[in-house]
Nanobody, 116 residues
Framework: VQFVESGGGLVQPGGSLRLSCLAS????????MSWYRQAPGKERELVAT????????NYADSVKGRFTISRDNAKSSMYLQMNSLKPEDTAVYYC??????????WGQGTQVTVSS
């Protein structure tokens, strides 16, 4: 199992970024998938979840209406479109199966920094 996250960077408040996740080592299309994030000094938190076929999504209240999760099962890839970014969105963002535990395999994540 492997996850490779990309697309992070430094952006001003109000800006946008699109994160990508490439998964391998398992049947991607069979799993509900999620984006998570971890801010400095805080626990990792769930950001958004998408069903295996992509027809159902859920979001943390803090990102609802600003972030959009999507997936392309043919490419074993998942995406997170982030708009209207706020400084409090600053974190390392990770993708994984839904309900992933700390002991599970994680990628290196991609750093998102929102600052003027």
């Amino acid at each position: 199992v492997q996850f490779v996250e990309s697309g992070g960077g430094l952006v001003q408040p109000g800006g946008s970024l699109r994160l990508s996740c490439l998964a391998s080592g398992f049947t991607f299309s069979s799993y509900v998938m999620s984006w998570y994030r971890q801010a400095p000094g805080k626990e990792r938190e769930l950001v958004a979840t998408i069903s295996s076929a992509g027809g159902s999504t859920n979001y943390a209240d803090s990102v609802k209406g600003r972030f959009t999760i999507s997936r392309d099962n043919a490419k074993s890839s998942m995406y997170l479109q982030m708009n209207s970014l706020k400084p409090e969105d600053t974190a390392v963002y990770y993708c994984n199966k839904d309900r992933a535990k700390r002991r599970d395999i994680w990628g290196q994540g991609t750093q998102v920094t929102v600052s003027s």
